[in-house]
């Protein structure tokens, strides 16, 4: 066993944070090699009850009500946010200046320039950081990239990619943060269309240009009481209601710098839509598709026949991702929360060898920046350049 250890400490006691605490429980199930062993130290939120539920759950030495109490504790060495995004930046430059590795969740901030801070003050401060962008690690998306990048399926031509889902789809949905641009952002695009971007940029490459177009779809809500969820639906008939300030939907058009044509589709209130996320690479001579509900499948067409050519369902297995980390044999199908365990690790293995694994801070920032460009596309209808 490692005897190296690595305080850490959780700034968000919601559902995320959750997520994160287990993931540092569990590697030394997964990666009992690491050169490092995570112990929980602290949470912090500003919620008394979800910070107490927490506690309950994982055991941390400490519970804070500020987040900027944590980050003084000279017990611990890294962080992970998850909190909303409105204090992604905050937190993430403190976190930097304080000398603590950052385990940060998407979007990273509001803005291009909230992730772009963030990632300047890790590098200014030499600490090590990651983003959750975990659809990556499911070994499926890591053999459509294999394929991809060995021309099993000839030089890319186009792709879809979609985020759809239906959190939101409910018109009674409380109002949360989501919900509110000076804390949600914008919507569905730093919610959703993250995810898609990155899983674009990892199988295809970087975007040169978009056009785009948004809508709200549910415009009111009812109000609810600070930390409600939003999965939270409220039933209060002729109660009072907000306005929705951000995106629920984006539906964009983009090109990567190597010249394929994307679709990239993203939504928040998609009624029958349950996570309905995944993407199709149509190659000259083929083509992959993934659906997260069917997480441990991939979709090959390969072989060169052109017409005719039959679709086969791939399970991928040892040899594909991280995948025999988890399971001795293809078809055992791999969790979300598996996916955050390989984050975990890749962030832990970052700290021990100084140098970055897994998703980095400029990651987040290209996704911010394709983003914004939608918003802006979708603002003026013309092509936005990158």
Not at 155 to 167: I, M
Not at 188 to 213: Q, T
Request: glycine share 12%; charged share 20%; hydrophobic share 45%.
């Amino acid at each position: 066993m490692p005897e190296r250890v690595l305080g850490v400490g959780v700034i968000g006691a919601g559902w995320m944070g959750h997520v994160h605490a287990r993931a540092y429980a569990r590697l030394p199930h997964h990666y009992p090699e690491l050169g490092l062993r995570a112990r929980l130290v602290a949470v912090a939120d500003t919620v008394p009850a979800r910070a107490e539920d927490f506690a309950a759950r994982y055991a941390p030495d400490r519970i804070h009500a500020d987040w900027a109490a944590l980050l003084k504790d000279p017990g611990i060495d890294a962080v992970s946010v998850t909190a909303p995004n409105a204090y992604h930046r905050d937190m993430a430059v403190a976190a930097a200046r304080a000398g603590k590795h950052l385990w940060i969740e998407k979007p990273v901030g509001l803005t291009a320039g909230d992730a772009r801070a963030a990632a300047e003050a890790a590098a200014r401060a030499g600490v090590q950081a990651t983003v959750g962008f975990n659809y990556r690690n499911f070994p499926a998306v890591a053999r459509a990239r294999r394929l991809i990048a060995e021309g099993a399926i000839g030089t890319p031509a186009h792709a879809r990619v979609t985020f759809l889902t239906d959190y939101a789809a409910h018109p009674s949905g409380a109002l949360t943060w989501r919900f509110l641009r000076a804390q949600g952002g914008s919507g569905v695009l730093g919610d959703l269309a993250s995810h898609g971007v990155d899983l674009l940029r990892f199988l295809l490459g970087d975007v040169e240009r978009l056009v785009a177009d948004t809508a709200v779809f549910v415009p009111h809500r009812p109000l609810t009481a600070p930390g409600g969820s939003h999965y939270t639906v409220v039933d209060a008939p002729g109660g009072p209601t907000g306005a929705v300030e951000n995106e629920d939907y984006v539906c964009a058009l983009l090109r990567t710098r190597g010249g394929v044509r994307v679709t990239l589709e993203a939504g928040r209130t998609e009624a029958g839509a349950q996570n309905a996320y995944g993407f199709v690479v149509q190659g000259g001579e083929g083509m992959v598709g993934w659906d997260f509900r069917r997480a441990g499948e991939l979709t090959v067409s390969a072989g060169g026949d052109y017409r005719n050519q039959p679709a086969e369902r791939v399970f991928p297995g040892p040899g594909d991702g991280e995948y025999a980390r988890f399971q001795p044999g293809a078809g055992i199908v791999m969790s979300y929360d598996d996916t955050k365990v390989i984050e975990a690790a890749a962030f832990l293995r970052s700290i021990d060898e100084g140098a970055p694994y897994g998703p980095t801070l400029e990651d987040a920032v290209r996704a911010a920046e394709a983003l914004e460009a939608m918003a802006r596309s979708a603002a003026d209808g013309t092509w936005v350049r990158l």
